[in-house]
């Protein structure tokens, strides 16, 4: 069992950065992928970001360029830049062990203008 913990959200204005930390602890062999989703109220959980072993990664449509997945050691990182309102939301992290996913609680992201 994998317990995973968000952290780094917050309230940013337009423009600016954030950095997303996703802790993963507790039994867990090996990571195969990682993933970053998004959720509001108005939409629907959206995948942002995801990374496997082999070091392919790829983002949603609207955030290329701007977002940045990575992990090191037990630790996954979302950096985002030149936020806008659009990336609001709660942030949830994934991991992929083998077959079995474990998710975190997610951390609030809130861009204003």
């Known amino acids: 069992q994998a317990q995973l913990v968000e952290s780094g959200g917050g309230l940013v204005q337009a423009g600016g950065s954030l950095r997303l930390s996703c802790v993963v602890s507790?039994?867990?062999?090996?990571?195969?992928?990682i993933r970053w989703y998004r959720q509001s109220p108005e939409k629907q959980r959206e995948l942002v970001a995801t990374?496997?072993?082999?070091?392919f990664t790829d983002y949603a449509e609207s955030v290329k360029g701007r977002f940045t997945i990575s992990r090191e050691n037990g630790v996954v990182y979302l950096q985002m830049n030149s936020l806008n309102a659009d990336d609001t939301g709660l942030y949830i992290c994934?991991?992929?062990?083998?077959?079995?996913?474990?998710y975190g609680q997610g951390t609030h992201v809130t861009v204003y203008s």
């Open positions: 507790g039994k867990i062999l090996s990571i195969n992928r």
């Open positions: 990374r496997d072993n082999s070091g």
């Open positions: 994934n991991v992929r062990n083998g077959w079995t996913d474990y």
